[in-house]
């Protein structure tokens, strides 16, 4: 982009040079007012030089005409993992920008749970070839915790080098709210380090409340995305967090969290999706997808876009984007507002720096072949004892067991008590009783652990569903009825090289390779959705009743979020923070 003092730029601002293009006879999202007006708005050099009274001529190279459209900042994801999309950062890109999105702020603790450094650094190199604006923040919990294990741990001192780069915006979600309000040395370390650097430090403290908010708040992070109920919420905006609103493929808590917010605390609010499928965003959409749900709950249009744009650049610094305003960057959506306003909202044309990126829900622009370093792949090693009685445990039918609690919507999960299904002394599945048997393997090559218990909430009648996705350590985690496809499907993957698939009476029904550290595809955006359909489908086919299955199996393992999991090192108590039996008394 042209520098904004540039004397050139500004005599098209004064008025006095052609501008390269005049987007005219649209209205405007203004949101520092949150309203619509009426105005040209003129682009030079990448940049938005001027925006005009409608009755003023412009001299531009190109016209753009916005009769009967409403022009719009370019949309800002304040956190998103890309790794989830399941494609790398300049294939995500190309989904994204149909959909307005100009650009968004990921943290790349997946692939560094995997690979470390190297892969934070490879996911910001392949970045550089996305024609969306990608943003980074330096991942802080690499592991979440000590209650699951990854094959790359990052200290404040493997960060530091990060923030080197401009494209670090942040110290990433510091996931492991105990050990920080526990004074952990390495925690605060990290979170002085984003300090230092005088950059924002990201939260993620579910459910935490009271002094212990208090603590955690005061140790630096200034933002929480894991709200899931209203007076949580309320809490964290008034202990100085900036909330930023999650409406993902798996966590949706648009509903709970909107009423929240009014005129007079709007700005303290943003919205990010967190974590979202290749399948969603290629069909339903990105942030234009959360401003129409907002719109649908009665939400004002103007100041949901502020939401997803003018606020989250605030929060970060990003003096160049957010609004259509004088000096800033032409990231431009041009959006057609249905029969019923914006809840019906589409985009119809996409700019970056003034220049078109995509129309009609297709993106115009190719971006370079992505380029594979051989350290990403190959990265699922199984235990070489691997049998389907690994996929069981000892039990007492007289004892109730634990049961992790699947929550739809949402990542939390129930912490619940059943009398056990026991065949032969060993604990099994009951499918009458909606009771699978969830099991976490250790695919980095380290000790080769397996955590076992029960899931209920996945409705499947037989077979089994595996995924080298599992946050955040990534191992292999698996579902099912009988032990033997547990096997079948974890066995696939690690012969495919990573990621999901189904697997019923002994052959696999649908996968979807991930070959890139077993989390991501070097294909196309539609080959992806399209092979994420049909694993979903087959799903479907073994009873399934879950919208989105592989997401919320993928966080299952996550020690950080409550209630219960199942980690590689066994069922952990997030309340508790420990490692705890399937039965009380009884050893497996």
């Keep these: 982009m042209i520098p904004r003092t540039d004397p050139s730029f500004i005599a098209v601002a004064r008025g006095e040079a052609t501008a390269d293009a005049a987007i005219e006879s649209g209205l405007i999202v203004d949101v520092h007012s949150r309203r619509l007006r009426a105005a040209t708005v003129v682009i030079h050099g990448g940049r938005i030089a001027a925006v005009l009274d409608p009755t003023i001529a412009v001299k531009a190279v190109q016209r753009i005409d916005a009769s009967g459209l409403v022009v719009m900042p370019g949309l800002l994801d304040a956190h998103m993992h890309i790794e989830s999309t399941m494609l790398p950062p300049s294939t995500c890109a190309q989904m994204m920008l149909p959909h307005g999105t100009a650009g968004i702020v990921a943290d790349p603790h997946e692939i560094a749970n995997v690979t470390g450094v190297a892969g934070i650094r490879w996911m910001m190199e392949d970045a550089r070839r996305a024609a969306m604006h990608i943003w980074f923040t330096a991942s802080s919990c690499v592991p979440a915790s000590g209650l699951e294990s990854t094959n790359a741990t990052l200290s404040a001192g493997d960060l530091d080098p990060l923030f080197d780069d401009p494209r670090i915006i942040a110290l990433g979600e510091l996931m492991n709210f105990p050990g920080t309000i526990a004074g952990d040395p390495d925690l605060l370390a990290k979170s002085a380090l984003g300090l230092s650097r005088r950059h924002r430090v990201d939260g993620h403290a579910p459910a935490l409340s009271g002094q212990r908010l208090q603590a955690y708040v005061a140790a ?48 303290r609010f943003c919205f990010c999706t967190d974590d979202v499928h290749a399948c969603h965003g290629f069909e339903d959409g990105h942030l234009d997808r959360v401003i129409r749900r907002a719109a649908q709950m009665g939400f004002d249009g103007p100041t949901a876009v502020a939401m997803a744009s003018l606020h989250v650049a605030e929060h970060y610094g990003l003096r160049d984007w957010g609004a259509i305003a004088p000096g800033l960057a032409a990231d431009i959506a041009i959006v057609r507002l249905g029969h019923d306003g914006w809840s019906s909202m589409k985009v119809e044309r996409m700019l970056i720096a003034g220049g078109e990126v995509a129309r009609d829900g297709v993106c115009t622009v190719k971006s370079e072949p992505v380029v594979i370093p051989p350290f990403l792949r190959s990265t699922v090693h199984l235990p070489a004892s691997l049998s389907a009685a690994a996929f069981t445990l000892q039990g007492d039918p007289s004892k109730p067991a ?41 695919r980095h090559g380290g000790a080769g652990g397996i955590g076992r218990g029960l899931v209920r909430g996945f409705g499947m009648r037989r077979g089994a569903i595996a995924s080298t996705v599992g946050h955040d350590a990534h191992n292999l985690s698996v579902a099912g009825v009988d032990p033997a496809d547990m096997l079948l499907a974890v066995r696939r993957l690690a012969e495919i090289g990573g990621g999901q698939c189904v697997a019923d009476g002994g052959r696999i029904l649908a996968e979807l390779p991930l070959s890139i550290a077993g989390l991501l595809s070097d294909r196309s955006v539609a080959e992806v959705a399209a092979a994420q359909f049909a694993i979903d489908a087959a799903y479907v086919s073994l009873g399934g009743t879950l919208e989105d299955p592989f997401m919320q199996l993928s966080f299952l393992p996550l020690s950080v979020i409550p209630h219960l999991k199942v980690s590689d090192q066994g069922i952990i108590d997030v309340q508790a923070f420990a490692v705890v039996p399937l039965q009380d008394g009884v050893t497996p």
Excluded at 221 to 244: N, V, W, Y
Excluded at 421 to 441: E, F, K, M, N
């Design 220 to 267: 630096g992070p200034s933002s929480d995305h894991e709200c899931f109920r209203a007076e949580e919420a309320i809490e964290k905006l008034e202990s100085g967090q900036r909330i930023f609103i999650r409406e993902g493929s798996a966590a949706r808590n648009l509903r709970d969290l909107l009423p929240v917010v009014t005129q007079a605390n709007a700005h």
């Design 402 to 442: 634990r049961v992790v609690g699947v929550v739809p919507g949402q990542i939390v999960t129930e912490h619940l008590w059943e009398l056990p299904p026991i065949a032969g002394g060993r604990v099994c599945a009951d499918p009458t009783r909606d009771l699978l048997l969830l099991a976490s393997v250790e």
